[in-house]
């Protein structure tokens, strides 16, 4: 369904006599860039949207297909959580294994949707727009604070190689550089053992204080709502991120995965 939005966008180009370099300037992007997101290559994202609707004069009928078909594409078990995410004051992450995929460049959400073995491609592009899409919540006018704690060793797991690593470490340290609310810490590998090592999950505080969990498992994630787990999973939190270096720490140890990677 995402790629009919974009064929559609490319239709409503055509039919309003825009090539590719007219149309991309009046939506802020390159012809190149309008190229790729035509031919399937690169995934369809919300600021790309909102610059064809600005191109195209459609007072945002773009854009909202967008939002509604983006929900619609992803898992019945996850679109409660993304509603849960899109509402949370605070996001507390724990990642031992992947990049949380509120921090995924474009390139590393393909390489694991392709990694998976099992996907079209035309699945694995519209899994990655809608994971671009979710993204829109730490740049909108009043984000909710994220607080990821990541294992050192997924800043060295060669995910989708050395040039998509490199650009994924860049991102992270331009984030814990450039949002305030992004807090980025990591758990160093001296550590050894910790609670951690059992599995990623994620902790939302929504308006009024109350909090809910997320689990992930190969199957499909969990939204943990039962009060005694809630607090279980918040005990767990904070185990975790006592391991953890400071922010600053942190992000040191990021642009060193950038030179690993470069």
Do not use: C
């Not at 300037?25 to 190229?35: D, Q, Y």
Request: aromatic share 6%.
């Amino acid at each position: 369904m995402i790629a009919f939005i974009a064929d559609e966008i490319r239709r409503a180009r055509v039919v309003a006599n825009q090539t590719q370099e007219a149309f991309g300037r009046a939506a802020t992007f390159s012809a190149s860039h309008v190229s790729s997101v035509e031919n399937g290559s690169r995934a369809l994202t919300r600021e790309y949207v909102q610059g064809a609707d600005r191109a195209l004069g459609t007072g945002g009928l773009f854009e909202r297909m967008l939002i509604k078909l983006s929900l619609d594409s992803e898992p019945s078990w996850l679109r409660e959580w993304i509603e849960i995410e899109r509402k949370a004051e605070t996001l507390r992450w724990y990642e031992y294994a992947l990049i949380p995929g509120l921090l995924q460049t474009e390139a590393y959400a393909r390489a694991i949707f392709t990694s998976m073995g099992v996907l079209s491609a035309e699945e694995i592009t519209t899994r990655v727009t809608a994971r671009m899409e979710r993204q829109a919540i730490l740049s909108r006018e009043k984000p909710p604070q994220l607080i990821a704690v990541l294992d050192e060793g997924l800043l060295h797991r060669p995910v989708g190689g050395p040039a998509v690593m490199r650009d994924q470490m860049l991102h992270l340290a331009r984030v814990a550089a450039d949002m305030p609310h992004v807090r980025l810490q990591v758990v160093p590998s001296s550590v050894g053992a910790y609670a951690g090592l059992a599995g990623p999950f994620i902790v939302a505080t929504l308006p009024g204080g109350e909090n809910l969990a997320f689990l992930d498992n190969q199957l499909k994630g969990v939204v943990v709502q039962e009060p005694s787990e809630v607090v279980s999973m918040g005990k767990a939190w904070e185990v975790v991120h006592s391991e953890a270096l400071s922010h600053q720490q942190s992000a040191k140890l990021i642009l060193e995965a950038v030179e690993k990677w470069t």
